[in-house]
């Protein structure tokens, strides 16, 4: 019954309301967070189980997620689900206070971890492409990524123009599950966007949950709206459908250079991501399955041509940035050899936030009402008034940001204060002040979580970039101290090859069981960051660990 009504293949949806269907709150709340990943609104390809980021799927086959869902609704309090790259495969006996699921995704040895073999074994259904949060059930539709991309934005707006992004013209590629996030983004920090994707129906969707404003198909509209919106300083976003080097080869023809540069097209993946220049999005689909050699090598020179014109823009003045994808990486192996003069935006943007424990912090109301998050949202800005970041942050997002799925709410928090906040959300669960318990999670991409040397651990002052021992400790303290569900992923953001990190979710239910794990997990999470960072030199950091009493 529980099956037909909400997972019912392709249909997935989250039950809401106070009943469990499960046996406990920990296991529902995994459940109810599994179907979110995967419900239309918020996942992008549902019927092949893919939520986001290329092929991020949140389990390997529909069997497996019909498994799944049945193990979870009769999981024990003193019993863990484990999951090996989205196929259930057993159940261990643990503890009340033990994560309920273990999930390890697209784990490779080193040796063999490269796209080709994996891809070899995805074929024989042997693994699946778990991406950050796809896999480990806590994405949340672009807000996921909104508040981490406004804050570059507003960085990058800071550094160079003063804090002030209007009459300033911002450009991108893909505009896909998290590049999404982009119009809204720029359009809040107040400059006038110009986004590109190949796939109409990505921009469309952006267009559905109010994260991008206009949609056309032709070069010159989009370029009249723009440079008419730039001049008049108004801060709208336009999607335009088309290949991104196309795009960019024409606005240095046009003369016109953007004052910002970044992409999020899936280049992470060159033959299941990325769309080589040329190609219609049916060729790309045919030409994917019957020849991924010359796919690859048709992708990786589109993606060099496309970094060669980013590096024109960027001479002639765009601040140019890459913006997580592993663009650089495959344009330098398509023959680009300067794809590096382009700057990675953690060093450039996001690494003094890393070092004070800060990260994308994030919740969802399991009762799937938005009042319940607007009680949360005004809850912590009594909690810290004197933060007047975070609090602009939660009333423009009240207003602006349309919830996919179950409501939820991102909300970048330090060392301390992550703590804290998840306190009062218990407390709110314990009061009957929300109508049912909360989750709280977040990105892997985190300050203590990920070793990824073209993204987060790019340039580390001691040189430690591609040591994974950090996110292995990160994921050991999860689950030691109690999170509700933790995993252990590789090739999340930049690809297979290029990145290992853990993810982990809490459930605030109001207990005291609750309050004893979050004063653990939501302590030890941030604090691996401020280790991380401290044991790499960065004085910040260090003096950060002082202040919080953390014994280095
Ligand atoms: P997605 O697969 O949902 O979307 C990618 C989009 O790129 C698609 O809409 C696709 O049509 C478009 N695209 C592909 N080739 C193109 C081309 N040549 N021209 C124009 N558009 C093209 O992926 P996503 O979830 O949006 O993630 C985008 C990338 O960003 C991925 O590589 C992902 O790993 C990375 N990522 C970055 C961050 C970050 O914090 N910066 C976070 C998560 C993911």
Redesign the pocket.
Known sequence: QFIQKYANHPTYIPPRGPELHAKNWQAEAALRMFLNNLTDEVA?APADLVV?????QAARTPEDARKIIEVLLELEEDESLLVQSGKPVGKVRTHAEAPRVLIANSNLVPHWATWEYFNDLRKRGLIMYG??TAGSWIYIGSQG?LQ??YE?FAACGDRYFNGDLRHKLLVT????????AQPLAATMAGATFLG????PD?IKKRLETRYIDKMTHDYEEAKAWVLEAKERGEAISVGLV????DVLEKLINDNITPEILTD??????PIN?????GLS?QEAKELRQHDPAKYKQLSLK?MAR?VGFMLELQKRGSKTFD?????REFAQQGGEQNAFNIPG?VPEYIRPLFCEGKGPFRWAALSGDPEDIRVTDEALKELFPENAHMIKWLDEAQEKVAFQGLPCRICWLGMGEREKASLLFNQLVREGKVKAPIVIGR?H?DCGSVASPY?ETEGMKDGSDAISDWPLLNLMSNTAGGATWVSFHHG????IGYSQHAGMVILADGTDRAERCLRRVLYNDPAMGIFRHADAGYETAQANAKEFGLEL
């Open positions: 992008e986001y980021g290329g092929t991020g991406q950050m990524i981490g991309t570059t590629g893909g505009l896909g599950g998290m590049g999404g590109v994707d190949v796939d990505r088309g290949d991104i080097s999020q097209t899936s280049a992470h993946d991501g990325y769309v080589p220049n999005l589109s496309h913006y997580g994808n592993n663009l935006f990105d991409l993204r999340g953001g930049v690809g």
